[in-house]
């Protein structure tokens, strides 16, 4: 590693998934001003996230395809053999 490029200050941190509520304890350098008091009874700093490996579809295997305005179709109906 090349010295002087990476933090310093760690910190643990629980990073929240808000799509469905799992958290987890973890370190990080990320700041926060919100709190959670965690399962061991200590408080800690918080990082909300969008989606984790609780909720992603690559790792629950729920894959889900959206097709918005048929787009599939549209791609099928112009690049079709004639």
């Given at each position: 590693m090349k010295?002087?490029?990476h933090p310093e200050t760690f910190r643990t941190v629980v990073f929240k998934d808000m799509s469905?509520?799992?958290m987890f304890l973890?370190?990080?350098c990320a700041s926060s001003r919100?709190?959670?008091?965690?399962e061991d009874g200590n408080e800690y700093p918080?990082?909300?996230?969008e989606v984790?490996?609780?909720s992603h579809p690559f790792y629950t295997g729920k894959n889900v395809m959206l097709d918005t305005a048929g787009r599939i179709d549209?791609?099928?109906k112009r690049y079709a053999k004639k």
């Open positions: 010295k002087g490029i469905n509520e799992t973890s370190r990080s919100e709190t959670i008091k965690w918080v990082i909300k996230l984790s490996n609780t549209k791609f099928n």
